[in-house]
Nanobody, 115 residues
Framework: QVQFVESGGGLVQPGGSLRLSCAAS????????MGWYRQAPGKQRELVAA???????NYADSVKGRFTISRDNAQNTMYLQMNSLNPEDTAVYYC?????????WGQGTQVTVSS
């Protein structure tokens, strides 16, 4: 079955960096448009970054120039490199298809940016 498993979150100081990973299974990963999403406390889940199967990327305005999405099709894994983190980036981060399916949200990985 389809499964996405996120990892790599943690506590980081403002200005710091983290690299998130998303391991995908049950899909032909190389053909899938994928996305990173986040949900902060009291807010709706939002798209952070997405990548098509061909490698085209798009980013939320709030993370442009700081976050980079990438994928390794041989490893069925997607990444999110996050630099210059600020407290507003604190959230649970999830991966899903580029058009997310409610059936496939995983546990997410918590990112906390605090001094």
């Amino acid at each position: 079955q389809v499964q996405f498993v996120e990892s790599g979150g943690g506590l980081v100081q403002p200005g710091g960096s983290l690299r998130l990973s998303c391991a995908a299974s049950g899909i032909i990963f190389r053909l899938a448009a994928m996305g990173w999403y986040r949900q902060a406390p009291g807010k709706q889940r939002e798209l952070v970054a997405a990548m098509s199967s061909g490698g085209t990327t798009n980013y939320a305005d709030s993370v442009k120039g700081r976050f980079t999405i990438s994928r390794d099709n041989a490893q069925n894994t997607m990444y999110l490199q996050m630099n210059s983190l600020n407290p507003e980036d604190t959230a649970v981060y999830y991966c899903n298809f580029g058009r997310p399916s409610e059936d496939y949200w995983g546990q997410g990985t918590q990112v906390t940016v605090s001094s």
